[in-house]
Structure formats: C-alpha cells, structure tokens
C-alpha cells in the first residue's frame, strides 16, 4: 500500500526535538527523510542514554530512535567547499530542507535559502527556530521553557500567585511535555511544508505554481497561538488573566485534579450535565449550584474531601455508571499500558539492528483509514550511514564519493563512537 507521502524528499538538517519530531511525522507517512549531519557528533541526541545494548553506538539511543525511524543519514561538512557542493547537489533532486539552526547560520556558510533557491526554486524551505527569522529576539538562544515564559503560557501554568511560597504547588508549574518545540514548532512545520508543498504542486482546481518558498517556524508564535482562545478574551474585555485565574486552568472547582484515597483523578465536569451527574451520583444535590465557585470556596474543601473518601478504583466504577467525564490520572507506566493506548495502536515495537530487544516506541498518532503510516519501514540510521548510497544517488561517480571521503567533506558510518556525555534531555536546539 502506498503512503501519502511517498515520493516527497526531504534534507533534515535539524537536531534534537523540533525538527526531529517534524521530519518524524513526515517519514512515518511516507517521505525520504535524509538527515544531514555534521562530519563529527552529528545530531546530539544519538548519544542520550538510556541505550538499547547491541545496536550501534551511534543509533542505539532510546531519545534518538524515537525521533528517527524510517530515516536516512548522510554526514557532510559544510564548512568545506566539497561538502557545500554536496548539498546543493542533494537540494536539486528535493522537495523540502529542513532546518533548525539559528537565523543566518546557513547563509554565512554561502547555503542558504536564497542559494538553495538558484538550484532548485521548487525547494521548500523550512526554518524552526526560537523567535522566527525577523524580530528584536532573532539572534536570541532558548530553549522551550523561555519560549512559554516569553509568550505568556507558562506564566498561566500553576497555581495563582497568592499561594507563592505556600508550597510545592505555588508559582509557574513546568510542562512534563515540550509545547513550544513539539506544538509550537514541530507541528506547525509541518503543517507549513504540506501547505507549501500543496500550493506548489496545485490540485485538479487549482493549477500550482511550481514554486517552492520560506516557511518560517517560531516555537514562540507558535506556541503562543495555543492562547488562542485566552487572548480573545482579552482583546474583547480587556481583562488579564492570572494564574489560577482560567476556567480551563484552576479556577472553577468543576475542572480540576482531585486528590483522591491512594491517587489522583480529573475532574472535567464543565458542563452543567456532567457537573450534575457528578453531584447526584455522590448524593450531593445542594452542590449542583455551586458548579463555578472558585478553589479556596467552602463548596471546594467539600468537593476535596468527598474525593478523598475513595480510592481511583473505586472512582473509575463511579465514572462508569455515571456520565461526568471523570477519569484516573496515571503515571505514565500506567498509560503505557492502559486498555486504551494499547486499543489505539500507540506503542509499537521496531528491529534495531544489532539490538538485544526490540525498541519500543509511541505509535503514528495520526489514523487514516486508507493510507494509514507506517512506524517501522526503516530502522533509526547509524550516523553516516547512507552517506555513499546518497552521493551516488545526487549523481556523483564512486571515484568522486570516495575523494570526498578522503577529503573529510563528506563521512560514512564509524564504526562505533563513545558517548560525549550530553544528559538526556531532547530539548536542546543548535
């Protein structure tokens, strides 16, 4: 069965998360993902632990895997004349580059998107970075958590700001997931390459132009659009939120964690309906009125201890029998293998070559009935591993391949490589 995808060539030159993450969803649907790295550590997360023994050095760690099944890579030095020509040999035949580095990086290296353009001016550009490619923070470095801050988002993240220094809950809480680089980034790159690739290819209506263009992702615009709605309350009233201060963020007693005998549970009760299921359902009918009272309220220490009167089991029989969109909150070895992940097909297996056990992995989160992705079309690729298959396939003779090896402008794969020590964080932008 074809992909969707099939046919598209992408050159990744990012690192780490963002675009990783992007060009991830792109290969799992079908595309030719390249990575181009660097002729040293390539991309940083390859060595991340923890690691699946057995597998290369260079792709066996669980970070790295994660973000790049069914892709390729290639190692070229673009500080070398010899590895810019092989570059630009490579953008001829694509349809997108991927990048990620800071503005202008590529352009002093003489390869950037003006560049690229003279060789293929159906190329599709793709820029993520921190503050976008203009603006008085351009040149500014950052990493997801100064995104959220600038923007507004991690400021409404928490507990309100009265309860500052009253415990473990006061001040601005940090997401356990990476919103500005996987939300604000990798997936409106995405979203931009497609949209770019559709106006240049057209459809049966609509003729294409032929041309590709810039795409210019800011993990900062792009995280600041998940207020979208937060925002229109403001521009309309002109009243500023606070922390603790949103309806969806703390400050109705209807929507919100409870505390419950042995755990957590959530309570999304938003509608009045569920709100009153849930009163009914707990003999509490003189509660029903008391649906938006805020936390702090009398009605809230009640709610609070008729939660802790049962354990999470016992409240997930309660959800059953009554409709008040009520449920666990687990720790994530718990989701993992929850009834309902494993029912949605999002955590699949892979062969790593090499590897002791198979790699485990979160799934395609995108369904399509009739072209649905594919996890496991390619293992993650040892660092320069396709480096002389893709120079043969640019057009380039094994006797050119092999002086641009010798010459250090291009590398293939090592034969192992020991860890540089980085910690295992995959947010970490060049």
């Known amino acids: 069965m074809s992909l969707p995808l099939q046919g598209i060539r992408v050159l990744d030159l990012s690192r780490l998360l963002p675009g990783g993450f992007c060009s991830l969803l792109l290969a799992d649907f079908g595309a030719d993902v390249l990575k181009v790295e660097d002729t040293g550590m390539g991309d940083y997360i390859r060595w991340s632990p923890p690691y699946y023994e057995g597998a290369h050095d260079s792709a066996k760690s669980a970070l790295f895997l994660s973000l790049n099944r069914n892709k390729r890579s290639i190692r070229l030095d673009l500080k070398s004349d010899g590895g810019r020509e092989a570059l630009l040999a490579l953008v001829r035949d694509a349809d997108v580059v991927l990048e990620s580095f800071r503005p202008g990086v590529l352009e002093r290296l003489g390869v950037g998107y003006e560049r690229m353009r003279e060789e293929n001016p159906a190329i599709v550009y793709c820029a993520i970075s921190g503050y ?31 309860q500052r220094g009253g415990g473990a809950g006061a001040g601005p809480i940090q997401s356990a997931g990476q919103i500005a680089d996987l939300g604000g980034g990798a997936l409106m790159a995405a979203f931009g390459i497609l949209a770019a690739l559709r106006e240049r290819d057209g459809s049966a209506t609509h003729p294409g132009s032929g041309e590709g263009q810039l795409v210019d992702v800011s993990m900062s615009d792009g995280a ?34 409870y505390e419950c005998a042995d755990g957590w549970v959530s309570l999304g009760a938003l509608e009045p309906k569920f709100w009153q299921a849930w009163c009914r359902g707990v003999g509490r009918e003189d509660l029903v009125a008391k649906q938006f009272e805020h936390p702090g309220s009398d009605a809230h220490a009640q709610v609070q201890e008729i ?6 089991v016992e409240w997930e029989a309660f959800a059953r029998e009554h409709d008040c969109c009520l449920e666990p909150v687990l720790e994530l070895d718990e989701a993992l293998d929850s009834e309902l ?9 892979l062969e790593q070559p090499g590897a002791e056990r198979p790699v485990r992995q ?49 590398a293939g794969a090592t034969a192992s490589a020991a860890s540089t020590g980085f910690p295992p964080a995959a947010t970490f932008r060049a």
Request: include cysteine; proline fraction near 9%.
């Open 132 to 162: 976008g490619q203009d603006g008085p923070k351009r040149d500014a470095s950052g990493h997801d958590m100064n995104y959220l801050g600038l923007i507004g988002l991690l400021g409404l993240t928490g507990a309100p700001p009265s």
């Open 224 to 257: 600041l659009s998940w207020l979208a709605m937060v925002a229109a309350a403001y521009f309309a009233d002109g009243a500023v939120p606070r922390r603790g201060d949103l309806p969806l963020a703390g400050a109705l007693i209807c929507y919100r964690p």
């Open 307 to 312: 939660f802790k009167g049962r354990t999470r």
């Open 341 to 349: 992940v494993r029912a949605r097909e999002m955590v699949v297996e």
């Open 362 to 410: 979160l799934g395609v989160p995108i369904k399509l009935t009739r072209t649905p992705g594919e996890h496991a079309r390619l293992p993650g690729p040892a660092l320069g591993e396709h480096t002389e298959e893709a120079l043969l396939a640019a057009g380039y003779s094994p006797a050119q391949v092999a002086e641009l090896l010798a010459s250090g402008a291009a």
